[in-house]
């Protein structure tokens, strides 16, 4: 927020260098963004008087202008400016200037003749009629004829001025103008606070016989309050007002206009003023906008608005997009007469949505959004008045229209001195904290024992004693506090929950084997479903559809991490990345019910995805990362819509939970995405993972007695999967059986037709003795008995 220090010189006395008032803002809890002097875009500029006239010698067009610019010896000035004459006051740029548009100004010769500044105009100093009468034309700038001479130019403009460029957190709403900070100034200076001008006068007439008010929307509008000005006189603002609204980024318009942004930055109210000949039926309606109304506001834009808009309207249309901006055909116009001063609270969250849904916003929306004071609007509706009286430019109008349905209740908050001390750690006087709250405005007495104090309704965020303790430390000093060693309590070393250390466990894991992490949007498009290519019944298309998205590309809760996965693989390798592991750690968002009635389920889910690798290798990395978590597992063959049919799994857990899947993405799925190499998938269910994770496993005796191998080839239909017959082998041979798996399969000309060989090793192993041969024949006949009756497979 920007700040001119002269404006706070009208509410509390500065005796301290801009610098030490930054210093001192600081240190309260503000941010000092910038000191901006406002002199220093023009340097070197003087007022001069034209003492003569003389013809250059050698051009025509050309003359010589002695100037007077109180210094003893006079100023020569070669220009070629017809319209100014002897004794006229200009200004004059001397030798080293520094003009606004960048152009810095040197001594030299012009066709001969020595010339030793040059004469400016509006353009040249950034000005224009409203900074200076005349500014505005392409020509030489002449002043008043009792402008003293040789005096700086920006202080004939009001360009004299320094202003803070300050950075207002969040729940500071109340230091969002320059009163606010006022007040914050004379705390830390410990200078008092002088009052705003709120006084004015009214004529015999009632504002019923002018304007009636209806609030139609009270939860969006907590305060409206109208007031009637007649006999308005319409005019340029004074000088000192224009400044201002200068120094702050702004244009002056006229006085009105002027006076509501002036009010705006004072106090932080936002206004508006309506022509009152525009409010048909002489009634404001404050009411939700119908579907597809339609206004046109001063920007000369058209907004269609929708129901969940509040507008100000007469009886038949919006006047105004509350909170934001009015409509061109009911602003103040030349031959207004009389007007309406709207001063209102608009719910903050309201207008926020309006001003994103039409894509407006303004000065006034974005005080809104950040929260005003619900009685503010009293001040500022006095305050704008004041002003009007003040330079007599209207007649005000008995009494005044307000709606304010539900007025919050006083706060107040009791504590003690200790209070302040367990929360700070160090004592402060009582009558220290007494007085500090009462300079910052909020009332502030002991009573029967305790401190009491009053919070003032600007004050939004102090709700408790921690609010009291954070005032009084950042205007008592921070420096107070010294560092002192832990008295109560026991030091303890820090540590992880399960979830975090087998987080990092999982994450370092996967590091360890190549695979980066990556970080994609929760939000994706409706399309990726098709890109997917799931049926139109599939669960994972019931996505929960966001309100207000950023765009259709962002428009729905993802129910799988496959297509971010796919996507950024396929970005990578259309950027001639061809070869990469990728992982996301993420939540899903899969809802028990549409449209939504309940939170829906969020699962924490790992998504692996591979480029440029194999089918056994992308395999090995789950089964590795599954191995260093024990967890049991085995890979059951399925079939997902976007993953190739036979290169596809599903992992299951001992328990029977299925804990997720991998396999290679089909060539289909991997057309959508413009990838015409092998993509490799996988999805787990990170919450199993990491409640089911181990740290260590059970001690087993390793057995002092040599193992046997067995190598067994079954001949099975060819529909027969490997992972069938290993597991029928486990079940029925037994615990000699320490380990079993497939080491080659073979079809062809020595196999039946519709047959392949199966070739499995078994290993066998007793912790209490060497193993005969009958031991294991033993085992080996149980397996193939087992496997012949369960899976019609025979040895070769």
């Known amino acids: 927020?920007?700040?001119?220090?002269?404006?706070?010189?009208?509410?509390?006395?500065?005796?301290?260098?801009?610098?030490?008032?930054?210093?001192?803002?600081?240190?309260?809890?503000?941010?000092?963004?910038?000191?901006?002097?406002?002199?220093?875009?023009v340097t070197n500029v003087v007022s001069a008087k034209i003492v003569s006239f003389q013809q250059h010698p050698s051009a025509d067009r050309l003359r010589i202008a002695i100037l007077d610019i109180a210094k003893p010896e006079l100023l020569q000035v070669v220009t070629n400016a017809a319209d100014i004459h002897e004794g006229d006051i200009v200004p004059v740029a001397l030798d080293g200037a520094k003009l606004a548009n960048g152009l810095t100004i040197k001594s030299g010769e012009l066709r001969g003749v020595p010339s030793y500044g040059m004469l400016c105009g509006g353009a040249e100093l950034d000005a224009d009629d409203s900074d200076y009468p005349g500014a505005s034309k392409d020509a030489v700038l002449v002043f008043d004829k009792d402008t003293p001479l040789g005096i700086n130019v920006n202080l004939i403009l009001g360009r004299d001025e320094i202003v803070l460029d300050i950075g207002i957190t969040a729940n500071r709403t109340d230091a969002n103008s320059v009163y606010g900070i006022a007040r914050e100034v004379a705390a830390v200076t410990g200078k008092p606070l002088k009052p705003l001008s709120l006084d004015y006068t009214e004529n015999n007439e009632k504002i019923s016989d002018y304007l009636a008010l209806v609030n139609q929307a009270p939860e969006l509008?907590?305060?409206?309050?109208?007031?009637?000005?007649?006999?308005?006189?319409?005019?340029?603002?004074?000088?000192?007002?224009?400044?201002?609204?200068?120094?702050?980024?702004?244009?002056?318009?006229?006085?009105?206009?002027d006076i509501t942004n002036y009010v705006l930055y004072e106090i932080g109210q936002p206004m508006h003023a309506f022509d009152i000949r525009t409010i048909q039926g002489g009634k404001i309606v404050v009411r939700k906008a119908k579907k597809d109304e339609q206004i046109v506001c001063l920007d000369e834009k058209q907004y269609t608005l929708n129901q969940n808009?509040?507008?100000?309207?007469?009886?038949?249309?919006?006047?105004?997009?509350?909170?934001?901006?009015?409509?061109?055909?009911?602003?103040?116009?030349?031959?207004?007469?009389?007007?309406?001063?709207?001063?209102?609270?608009?719910?903050?969250?309201?207008?926020?949505?309006?001003?994103?849904?039409?894509?407006?916003?303004?000065?006034?929306s974005a005080r809104f959004e950040k929260g005003i004071d619900p009685w503010s609007q009293e001040t500022g509706l006095s305050r704008a008045l004041a002003l009007i009286q003040q330079y007599g430019w209207g007649e005000i109008v008995n009494g005044v229209a307000d709606s304010f349905p539900n007025p919050a209740d006083p706060k107040r908050i009791v504590f003690s001195v200790k209070d302040i001390y367990r929360i700070l750690g160090i004592r402060v006087p009582k009558n220290t904290i007494i007085k500090i709250l009462n300079s910052l405005t909020i009332k502030t007495y002991e009573e029967n024992g305790s401190i009491v104090s009053e919070i003032p309704s600007y004050r939004e965020d102090m709700v408790g004693v921690n609010d009291i303790a954070e005032e009084v430390i950042r205007i008592y000093g921070y420096a107070h506090v010294k560092p002192t060693l832990i008295q109560d309590g026991e030091m303890v070393v820090g540590g992880c929950t399960k979830h975090q250390e087998y987080t990092d466990k999982l994450k370092n894991v996967l590091l360890a084997k190549g695979v980066c992490e990556i970080v994609t949007y929760s939000f994706v498009s409706p399309k990726i479903f098709d890109y997917l290519c799931l049926p139109a019944e599939d669960v994972l298309r019931h996505a929960i559809i966001l309100d207000n998205p950023l765009g259709e590309d962002f428009s729905v809760m993802r129910t799988?991490?496959?297509?971010?996965?796919?996507?950024?693989?396929?970005?990578?390798?259309?950027?001639?990345?061809?070869?990469?592991?990728?992982?996301?750690?993420?939540?899903?968002?899969?809802?028990?019910?549409?449209?939504?009635?309940?939170?829906?389920?969020e699962k924490n889910t790992l998504c692996l995805g591979a480029l440029g690798d194999d089918f056994y290798s992308f395999k090995s990395i789950i089964e590795d990362l599954l191995a260093v978590l024990h967890i049991n597992f085995e890979f059951i063959r399925a079939q997902k819509p976007y993953l190739h049919e036979g290169r596809s799994a599903e992992i299951v857990a001992k328990d029977g939970t299925t804990i997720g899947y991998m396999g290679e993405v089909a060539d289909l799925t991997a057309a959508n995405y413009d990838v015409d190499k092998r993509i490799y998938l996988a999805e787990l269910d990170?919450?199993?993972?990491?409640?089911?994770a181990k740290d260590r496993l059970p001690f087993q005796v390793i057995s002092k007695f040599p193992s046997v191998e067995r190598d067994?080839?079954?001949?099975?239909?060819?529909?027969?999967?490997?992972?069938?017959?290993?597991?029928?082998?486990?079940?029925?041979?037994?615990?000699?059986?320490?380990?079993?798996?497939?080491?080659?399969?073979?079809?062809?000309?020595?196999?039946?037709?519709?047959?392949?060989?199966?070739?499995?090793?078994?290993?066998?192993?007793s912790a209490e003795k060497t193993l005969k041969d009958e031991d294991v024949n033993e085992v080996v006949a149980s397996v193939l008995d087992a496997l012949a009756a369960k899976a019609d497979a025979k040895l070769r």
């Open 221 to 257: 509008c907590h305060r409206y309050m109208g007031k009637v000005v007649k006999n308005i006189k319409l005019c340029q603002s004074p000088q000192l007002i224009k400044q201002r609204l200068r120094a702050v980024g702004l244009r002056p318009i006229n006085n009105i206009v």
């Open 712 to 765: 067994i080839a079954l001949i099975c239909p060819v529909e027969t999967e490997a992972s069938n017959l290993i597991r029928i082998i486990k079940e029925s041979a037994g615990p000699l059986l320490i380990d079993t798996y497939v080491f080659d399969v073979y079809t062809g000309n020595q196999v039946e037709e519709n047959k392949k060989s199966v070739a499995i090793k078994l290993v066998c192993q």
């Open 309 to 364: 808009n509040l507008v100000i309207a007469n009886e038949n249309e919006p006047m105004a997009i509350a909170g934001i901006m009015g409509g061109k055909d009911y602003s103040i116009l030349p031959d207004t007469s009389t007007i309406v001063f709207e001063s209102a609270d608009f719910a903050r969250d309201n207008v926020r949505r309006t001003s994103r849904s039409i894509n407006l916003r303004s000065d006034s």
């Open 686 to 692: 990170a919450e199993y993972l990491i409640e089911n």
């Open 560 to 601: 799988t991490l496959a297509h971010s996965m796919i996507k950024t693989i396929a970005t990578n390798y259309l950027r001639g990345n061809k070869c990469v592991r990728l992982f996301e750690l993420a939540k899903t968002y899969l809802p028990k019910k549409l449209p939504l009635t309940e939170y829906p389920i």
């Open 1 to 41: 927020m920007l700040v001119p220090v002269k404006w706070l010189k009208d509410f509390v006395e500065i005796d301290i260098t801009p610098q030490e008032l930054a210093d001192k803002l600081v240190s309260c809890g503000f941010e000092i963004e910038q000191i901006i002097d406002l002199s220093a875009k």
